[in-house]
């Protein structure tokens, strides 16, 4: 699995203004950013990453992920502090 697999499977199932994957092999890293985090907690926001994935993490073509969500207002604000 490459990261612009990834990209692209976020994409068409969730409504997302931006993805960055990084990562190699089958350990990736995942930002999401989209107005419907606004509305989640912490635990749906994940999951609704995870969701899509899912095939992919059981047949083991990922088998570690690591998630980080944001609101396109929380992204502005945190990409400006991690020098994104």
């Given amino acids: 699995m490459d990261i612009n697999e990834i990209k ?3 994409m068409e199932k969730l ?17 999401a950013v989209g107005e419907i985090f606004g509305e989640l907690s912490r635990v749906k926001q ?14 083991n073509r ?7 969500t944001y609101t396109p207002a929380q992204w502005q604000r945190d990409r400006k502090l991690q020098g994104f």
């Fill in 62 to 68: 990922i088998h570690a992920l690591s998630i980080k």
């Fill in 15 to 31: 409504v997302l203004d931006e993805v960055i994957v990084s990562g190699d092999g089958s350990h990736f890293q995942v930002i």
């Fill in 46 to 59: 994940q999951q609704a990453v995870y969701a899509p994935l899912m095939e992919y993490i059981a047949d």
């Fill in 8 to 10: 692209k499977v976020l």
